[in-house]
């Protein structure tokens, strides 16, 4: 098909601000990525590893992450970008922005990248194009969408695509910006080559625009993963699972059981590890389409007892991003199943001092997901996943226990929403600092976070048969400092614990917060825990309840008058219940 006059017209408008020397438009075939390698190592952008198909990425060292402060919405008004985002006027925001990218080409290639986002030609599916001048990000992108011709033969009937406009710029931060136009389904991207910043497929598009289409249309957007569940002998449940950056939402997508569930048969299948569309179905269920072709994962800490699945899928075919290096030219990582070797080269190009981490901390891979072991039969089905249960998790050493179910869809979207975790590498800014994070979403919501919260009434209100809504959190800390639950393979039990809820078959006892697992509820068979670590993990305190109620509250306070009523009637009924309870502690 040829390309539509809608993208030729706009990749010229563009190409005679930006002055390439050169214009490539991408087809995605196998020839082109392998001129496109080749192209990245004569340039010193790819360093070729000793694993097939596999690339080392060294980027600059200011350039590592997600700079939430240099991000904005730049929509026409500004209460429409709602208090948690930046804005910035549109028209400014161009100037500056045009000024910037004048004549950053010059003498370098502009690549075109047609993309698709979902499961081409299914009613989730849609359309963008990239323009970039950083190889790095036309092969990242080949990885995670659908990218080169099968966008014009996916093309829209409206025709309206996604204008994606990406440069390296210089790489200063001072000269760094990522901009979103929502009237114009839009954005422009300028110096920063990493992954959040510049493939704009992913969370500008994905997320933030998707956001503001999702709206408008009744659907959902999400920072979630989506994760097929098959309990031996019967069908696979899906549950899609809301956690910030660097939760572990890659390991939970690709979970492997542990042997006493493995030993009864029990398998899940990965959908997708970072964003999930979902849709209302017409038998009055939320189906869940995994927007993304590839996974953009956390390499620390990946290894075959944390992430098995992930750990042979990067064995291949697999970009890494600010990995260290070991002398026989594989790659090597804090948490790797090997120990650290004499002559590790770190994520700078250094000799490694054994001081420093020789990985960064958000060193990534770029993979393929048809390379994931677990990857669903069904992750690419132009239908969806019809999805059983919705997580929200976060990182939080206390107060919130390792599992608990909302009442209610009302209820759930108020515990998503006055979520709160405790921040970490994938975002420039300090770690470890416990921040509002609504559905984690704080940083990937496109408007006005009232008017999202409110959306998320709506649909729950037009859904017949919607999912059941949990809290999860699996970094509950005891009092020695120590995690409470071992995480990782063994949260199979606590989704067990979960799709037994949606089916009213499992046992529960009531706190403020929400319903825990009663004793003896959860499937510990196999496991053995720390003497009083399942009464940290599911007890709970009235006094520290009363005052996760105050902050909530404040936090809800804080969005304006745009905030939903409902969801303040849900804090207050939260205080009330902590406060009625006295001291009392659910013994677990
Ligand atoms: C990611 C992130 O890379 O959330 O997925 O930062
Ligand atoms: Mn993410």
Redesign the pocket.
């Known amino acids: 098909m040829d390309v539509p006059r809608t993208v030729q017209e706009w990749v010229d408008d563009v190409r005679g601000v930006l002055q390439p020397a050169r214009v490539h438009w991408c087809d995605g075939s196998d020839a082109e990525r392998e001129a496109l390698e080749r192209e990245a190592v004569a340039s010193g952008v790819l360093l070729p590893l000793a694993l097939p198909g596999s690339w080392l990425h060294r980027s600059h060292p200011d350039d590592v992450a997600?700079t939430e402060h240099l991000t904005f919405v730049c929509s026409r008004d500004e209460a429409d970008a709602g208090p948690t985002n930046r804005w910035w006027n549109p028209v400014e925001a161009r100037a500056r922005l045009t000024e910037l990218f004048h004549g950053s080409m010059r003498g370098r290639t502009m690549y075109v990248v047609p993309f698709v986002m979902g499961p081409p030609g299914s009613r989730f599916h849609k359309v963008g194009v990239q323009v970039t001048d950083s190889v790095y990000v036309a092969l990242s992108m080949r990885i995670m969408t659908r990218m080169g011709d099968v966008a014009w033969a996916s093309w829209p009937e409206d025709g309206a695509f996604t204008r994606c406009l990406h440069g390296l710029g210089d790489l200063s931060p001072e000269r760094r910006f990522i901009c979103h136009f929502p009237e114009d389904d839009a954005v422009w991207s300028i110096g920063s080559g990493y992954?959040?910043n510049a493939l704009l497929g992913k969370k500008c598009m994905a997320l933030r625009l998707a956001g503001v289409h999702a709206r408008r249309e009744g659907w959902l957007a999400e920072h979630m993963l989506i994760l097929g569940v098959q309990p031996p002998g019967g069908p696979v449940r899906y549950v899609a699972a809301a956690f910030p950056?660097q939760c572990g939402k890659t390991n939970l997508a690709m979970i492997t059981p542990p042997p006493a569930f493995a030993a009864r048969g029990w398998r899940c299948w990965t959908v997708g590890d970072?964003i999930a569309w979902l849709r209302p179905g017409t038998d009055g269920r939320l189906w869940a389409v995994n927007p993304e072709a590839g996974f953009?994962g956390v390499v620390p800490g990946t290894n075959h007892a944390t992430n098995p699945a992930a750990t042979d899928m990067i064995a291949r075919e697999t970009l890494y991003t600010n990995v260290a290096l070991r002398p026989d030219g594989t790659p090597w990582w804090e948490g790797h199943d090997a120990p650290a070797v004499e002559g590790i080269v770190d994520w700078r190009g250094q000799p490694w001092d054994g001081r420093t981490p020789a990985a960064h901390p958000n060193s990534r891979f770029t993979a393929p997901a048809r390379n994931c072991p677990t990857i669903s039969p069904s992750w690419e089905d132009p239908q969806g996943v019809p999805i059983d249960a919705i997580l929200f998790g976060a990182r939080r050493p206390g107060v919130i226990p390792l599992v608990h179910e909302a009442r209610d869809w009302r209820h759930g979207v108020f515990l998503g929403a006055t979520m709160s975790s405790e921040t970490t590498a994938?975002a420039t800014g300090a770690v470890g600092v416990l921040r509002h994070d609504p559905m984690a979403m704080l940083p990937f919501c496109g408007y006005h976070l009232g008017d999202y919260l409110s959306h998320w009434l709506d649909v729950g209100d037009a859904l017949p048969r919607p999912p059941r809504i949990f809290g999860v959190n699996w970094f509950r800390r005891d009092a020695a400092g120590r995690f409470a639950w071992p995480g990782f393979g063994e949260n199979l039990r606590v989704l067990d614990w979960i799709l037994g809820r949606c089916d009213g078959a499992r046992a529960a006892v009531d706190t403020p917060l929400g319903a825990v697992p009663a004793p003896g509820a959860l499937d510990l068979d196999g496991l053995t825990l720390a003497p009083g670590a399942l009464g940290t993990l599911l007890g709970w305190d009235a006094a520290e309840l009363e005052s996760e109620a105050r902050t909530r509250m404040a936090f809800l306070d804080g969005l304006g008058p745009r905030c939903p009523t409902a969801l303040r009637a849900e804090g207050a009924r939260l205080g009330a219940a902590a406060s009625a309870h006295g001291k009392a502690t659910i013994p677990a």
Do not use: I, K, P
């Open positions: 997600r992954g959040g950056s970072d953009f994938a």
